[in-house]
């Protein structure tokens, strides 16, 4: 009989991960470009094997729910961005709720700023749905402002005239990795008790007058989305540097509970059959008792595998996003008769999302024309968000004020569009896609 030696978990282990990255070499380290063939996106995934490593190790562990990859993952974002807590979430849509949810928290009453229905937030009407959304299911009133053409940001001389005696909020976004003029909207918010959520979504690297962005207000949210600066798949995460409001962002993420054990733990607080809160029985066990009405919008352990080799690789993907924004930057300039090119906001020095091109009206040729154009010849482009949110069908009976108009935010929905400045987009992708913005301009203007 042969005798069977069994193979440890170490080298089953070894084994696994050395057919993983045969795998990774076979099944994804072609990247051939073939030009008007391969399709040049605004965005993907851009990874390497140790995204596959880190994925298959935390499915081996089959721990799932948030655990080790997720506390590294979370210290190593806290450690980047230079704050006191990082929280992920399952999406940026999930951050946007979660870091609103928190400043409902009762016990902002203490020092007169919880948000109630009634309230109003200020945004921008060139928004994201889910930047607005939360405020809005809770039943805030949005107040809108125009954005300025150019940066696609936020108008800000309008501020401080949107705001009335019920606004406690601002909410906007650092609109596709330009950062709005956060200064300013810290003054006023200073000024007149304001929370700040900077929606960071498309922003994470970019920095205003040389602090990052998402770390300046109150809360930063963060999408980790595949078109993301770094992705997870799904995912996201909340940030801040306020002890408080982290204890309340952890509550509203995990069911709104009061206990603040890690998954698979107990009894951190050292009294768990010691509290007696709201008219519960005495002694009610502490993991069961909620002190906020919440939701579970936590992510598991693989999504955290993949978001840390993610953050190893983020100077690098920043660098790439700006060097391509650049080369377009530069080659579209001497068209600039006939388009607005995208322009960093005063002071800061974005980590580009992507390109917007604005067709102005006196140019001999339309948005649309560009845009065919473009993807006919396999690049892909994109509009701002949803234009003009009030233009979509879901907002149509939305209850809302508008502060001055919104005169270039519909200018942007009807004459820009934007390309792809992805670290995916390499020399050859970037020379073939430039090659045609600058093919098209040059025949329509000869
Ligand atoms: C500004 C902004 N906020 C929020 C989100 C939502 O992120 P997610 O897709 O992860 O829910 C996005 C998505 O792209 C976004 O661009």
Redesign the pocket.
């Known amino acids: 009989m042969v005798n069977e030696v069994k193979k440890s978990e170490k080298e089953i282990h070894d084994s696994i991960m050395s057919l993983i990255k045969e795998w990774h070499e076979v099944k994804f380290s072609k990247k051939d470009f073939k030009p008007g063939e391969t399709y040049v996106n605004y965005s993907g995934r851009v990874f390497d094997e140790k995204e596959l490593l880190n994925l298959i190790d935390s499915s081996l562990e089959f721990w799932l729910t948030g655990g080790k990859y997720d506390n590294e993952f979370c210290e190593g974002l806290s450690k980047y961005l230079g704050v006191k807590h990082a929280l992920t979430v399952n ?4 951050a ?1 709720l979660l870091a609103f949810s928190a400043l409902t928290a009762p016990e902002l009453d203490r020092i007169n700023k919880r948000i109630i229905p009634g309230d109003e937030f200020i945004t921008v009407a060139a928004s ?1 749905p ?2 607005v959304n939360p405020a809005i299911q809770f039943g805030l009133t949005p107040v809108f402002l125009d954005i300025e053409l150019g940066t696609y940001n936020i108008d800000i001389n309008k501020l401080e005239e949107a705001i009335s005696e019920k606004t406690k909020l601002i909410m906007i ?1 650092h609109t596709l990795g330009n950062p709005f003029n956060i200064d300013e909207v810290m003054k006023v918010a200073k000024k007149h008790n304001l929370w700040v959520i900077e ?1 960071t ?2 922003a994470l690297g970019s920095t205003y007058d040389g602090k990052l962005c998402g770390t300046i207000g109150d809360i930063g ?1 963060l ?3 595949p ?2 600066q770094i992705t997870m798949g ?3 995460a909340v940030v801040t540097n306020n002890s408080i409001l982290k204890m309340y962002l952890n509550s509203f993420r995990d069911w709104g509970r009061d206990c603040w054990c890690p998954s698979g733990k107990d009894n951190t607080c050292g009294k768990r059959f010691g509290w007696e809160l709201g008219s519960l029985p005495p002694g009610y066990d502490h993991k069961y008792i909620y002190s906020h009405i919440g939701y579970n919008l936590k992510i598991t352990d693989m999504q955290a595998a993949i978001g840390l080799a993610q953050l190893d690789k983020l100077e690098s993907f920043i660098s790439a996003r700006k060097r391509n924004h650049k080369a377009i930057y530069d080659a579209l300039k001497p068209f600039e008769n006939f388009l607005i090119l995208h322009e960093a906001t005063k002071k800061s020095d974005p980590c580009w999302f992507g390109f917007m091109i604005y067709v102005k009206p006196e140019a001999p040729f339309s948005k649309q024309d560009f845009v065919l154009y473009l993807e006919e010849n396999k690049i892909a482009t994109r509009n701002l ?1 949803a234009g003009n949110i009030l233009r979509q069908p879901a907002y149509a009976a939305l209850k809302h004020r508008i502060v001055g108009d919104l005169k270039n935010t519909d200018l942007t929905m009807n004459n820009a569009f934007w390309v792809g400045v992805y670290p995916g987009i390499d020399d050859n992708r970037r020379n073939y896609m430039i090659d045609h913005l600058v093919k098209f301009c040059k025949k329509h203007i000869t």
């Open positions: 999406s940026g849509s999930s946007n994201f889910t930047t976004a929606d979504c498309d949210t999408s980790f989305y078109a993301h799904e995912g996201g968000f």
